[in-house]
């Protein structure tokens, strides 16, 4: 049985309400806002950035292969490219109204993920344990913006049985539109920390910005909480004033709807006894740390939530693997041997760079190596900046790092904590702290790199693994 294509022209245009100019000859199987992953029969959106337009790209993605693109103005260059569905407003509303469509037609189970911290991790555990009980449909990388969210609801197969939306903000107002797109019948708020802090005026703020998220569950849905955080009471409440009754709890607390009840943490995974609402699983995840756990503990809950097969769910966690940046291993050799790099460099706040040293900490080095942390800046921490930075030295120290390198005017305040004898190198930026990270590596080393986007040291980790080769590497 051949499957239906992923959209018709006449489902676009009816969601749409715009125009077709051209003949549509290739099935329509995907959608796209990039022309360089363009696959055959993509659906190319040309939505307006910053930076660039994407209607300057149009001709070249349907050139491509693209099987239409969807734009507000046209040439006759992109014309004669192939064929255009026109919009009245702008292609992303076109994008936001197809996703909407997108969501209406199917009848798919459907969880929503936010959080200061760990959304992306628990998308991606989400994504691996509910695939187990039918097919899913989840965002790539951190697709969780205004853009990313009706992107990912426009790829969503009619067929889906379980829908998984990782939803992000950095200022209050902008979660509420995102997730009365998706309509989830289960909220996942992971936890809210001090993260974007530089852009409200208190904590209390990202909570109820957090909360926002409430507003857009269905009728009879359900909000999991972490219960160990802080602001749990005041989440909790959120939730009930948006008319939500089933809140079920997450974490370590006695209380706890689902709580671990023992943990034997590894470098490289996690083993965990946990009862989840009366029912007790033992699990092996395949993601290392505390917060992996608990986070786990957040997807069960919401697996048995939407009706999947929870020993299923558990089972999969065991073949769970880290995304990009967020503590990918990279075994490498070097001269006399071998060295281990963790790879945090996605993004960095307090709470999860705790966590990047805590897995730091966990990591057993060679004979004769280090834990050597890299450090850039954390960002968007306002005038809380300099303390929270200095404040980590805590952690540092708490999980015996033998040597900080550090990069930026924020971890200058750290680095004036470090005793001399645990000092690597400092440098104003990324870049000029590769040559001496690179010289100053050993067999035997366990290197984490963080830091925030803005920062750049996701390059240094490249720098690394451009030097060094990975150990299964024919040679």
């Known amino acids: 049985m051949v499957e239906p294509a992923l959209w018709t022209v006449d489902e676009l ?24 992953s363009i696959a055959p029969g993509d659906i190319f959106v040309a939505i307006k950035g910053e930076t660039h337009d994407g209607h300057d790209f149009a001709a070249k ?58 959304k992306t991790s628990t998308k991606e555990m989400l994504r691996v344990a509910l695939s187990t009980s039918g097919l899913t449909h989840s965002s790539v990388a951190s697709f969780n913006n205004h853009w990313g969210v009706p992107l990912t609801l426009a790829r969503m197969p009619r067929q889906t049985a379980y829908g998984v939306f990782e939803i992000g903000m950095n200022h209050v107002g902008e979660i509420t539109p995102l997730v009365a797109m998706v309509q989830p019948q289960v909220a996942i708020v992971t936890n809210v920390a001090p993260v974007h802090v530089g852009n409200f005026n208190s904590v209390d703020e990202i909570a109820d910005a957090k909360a926002e998220i409430f507003s857009g569950v269905q ?49 490289s995974c996690s083993c965990v006894i946990a009862d989840v609402m009366g029912e007790k699983l033992i699990y092996k995840l395949g993601l290392p740390g505390e ?83 890299v450090l850039g800046d954390m960002l968007e921490l306002g005038k809380h900046g300099a303390a929270l930075h200095a404040e980590l030295f805590k952690a540092v120290d708490a999980n015996k790092v033998d040597a900080l390198y550090a990069a930026g005017p924020l971890m200058a305040h750290l680095w004036e904590k470090t005793p001399p004898e645990r ?21 035997g080393d366990v290197v984490m790199i963080k830091g925030s986007l803005g920062s750049r040291m996701g390059p240094l980790v490249e720098a690394i693994k451009e030097r060094f080769a990975p150990m299964n590497r024919d040679i």
């Open 291 to 373: 917060h992996m756990v608990l986070n786990s503990l957040a997807v069960l809950a919401a697996a048995k939530l939407m009706g999947a097969d929870l020993t299923r769910a558990a089972l999969a966690l065991a073949v769970a693997e880290p995304a990009k940046g967020r503590g990918v291993h990279h075994h490498l050799r070097i001269n006399g041997g071998e060295f281990l790099l963790i790879d945090e460099s996605y993004n960095a706040n307090p709470v999860s760079m705790a966590a990047a040293l805590a897995l730091l900490g966990q990591a057993k080095t060679g004979k004769g190596g280090r834990r050597i942390a």
């Open 13 to 36: 245009v009816a969601a749409s309400g715009g125009k077709i100019i051209g003949v549509v000859s290739k099935p329509l199987n995907g959608v796209s806002i990039d022309t360089r």
């Open 61 to 118: 993605a349907l050139a491509a292969g693209a099987g239409l693109a969807i734009v507000l103005r046209f040439t006759e260059e992109m014309k004669a490219a192939g064929p255009l569905l026109v919009v009245v407003n702008d292609p992303l509303q076109g994008l936001e109204k197809i996703g909407r469509a997108a969501r209406t037609r199917v009848h798919a189970q459907i969880v929503a993920v936010t959080g200061s911290v760990g």
């Open 423 to 443: 000092r690597g190198a400092f440098a104003k930026t990324s870049a000029e702290l590769k040559d001496s990270l690179l010289d100053g590596l050993h067999a």
């Open 219 to 267: 009728a009879g849905g359900h909000a999991v909480l972490n219960r160990d955080n802080p602001f749990f009471e005041r989440l909790a409440a959120a939730a009930r004033g948006f008319g939500i009754q089933n809140i079920v709890s997450f974490g370590t607390h006695e209380k706890a709807d689902v709580r671990s009840e023992r943990v034997v943490l590894h470098s």
